[in-house]
């Protein structure tokens, strides 16, 4: 075995499976943007809060949509981007929402040089995973959604590293099929190279979904034949209302509570917390 390989390996056994820390971390990540990444991400931490889980939603994304959907501030300093290289730590990043049992590490402009220092940093791809450990060790959460950002950079690849598993939201489109196909190689390349080598696919959601015409139905069931069981049950439709929501600082459950897809969100949070012993 190559040293390199040899040297991950221990290094990503030493910080990953010894902590004995019960909070399930999941990264939400599709390298293809458009696809409702961000959207699953906010509206699933906002319905397994709902369910009685303490919830932590780590924006990862310099985009920082995901800190707006929720109605916080971007402001200077918040972000992950100095507990990355060891200045203070994430738990003073964590901030409340105005959801009970949602706390949110927010996300802002600076995180936009992340990806080259990281590159430049020592265990590069492992800075966001030790970031985390105080987090995970507090006891406060049962679940950490990160919302990586849309492109398969050294933040995703960090947040890949730090995470159990991988939510993958998937448009009804056949070009979204390339997004897929690329991050699950990504994940056979991370468990082979020692980086995460527990890291699995979690499942994935189909979003946008739009009952009335062909393509979305037959795309649904052909990822369905190819993924089998990992494709969650629940389809998450096209609305306007969720489109809507963002800009109002909202997930949908609190914006609409009638909505199709809020019951959509209400029930993938639902197969989500099952499906990882949450439930």
Known sequence: MPAARRESLEYARRIHYTNGVSTRV??????????????TAVNVAACAASLGKRVLLFDLDPQANATSGLGLEKLEGGSAYRPLFGEGTLLEKVRPTAYEGLSM???EVDMCGADIELARSENHLHRLRLALEPVLH???????????????????LNAFA????????????????????????V????????????????????????????LAQQVVGDVREHFGDKVFETVIPRTTRLAEAPSFGKPIMYYDPYNSATAAYELLASELLTRIGLA
């Not at 999941?26 to 959207?39: D, F, H, L, M, S």
């Not at 507090?138 to 995703?156: E, M, Y």
């Not at 190279?193 to 696919?201: A, F, I, K, R, T």
């Open 26 to 39: 999941i990264a939400v990540a599709n390298q293809k943007g458009g696809v409702g990444k961000t959207t």
């Open 105 to 107: 590490i927010p996300s």
């Open 138 to 156: 507090s006891g406060q959460f049962d679940l950490v959604l990160i919302d990586c950002p849309p492109a398969l950079g050294v933040l995703t």
């Open 162 to 185: 730090a995470a159990e598993g991988l939510l993958v939201p998937l448009q009804c489109e056949y070009y979204s099929l390339e997004g897929i196909s690329m991050v699950t190689r």
């Open 187 to 214: 994940i056979r390349q991370l468990r082979e190279n020692g980086v995460n080598p527990n890291l699995e696919l979690i499942g994935v959601v189909m979003t946008m979904y739009d009952g009335r015409t062909k």
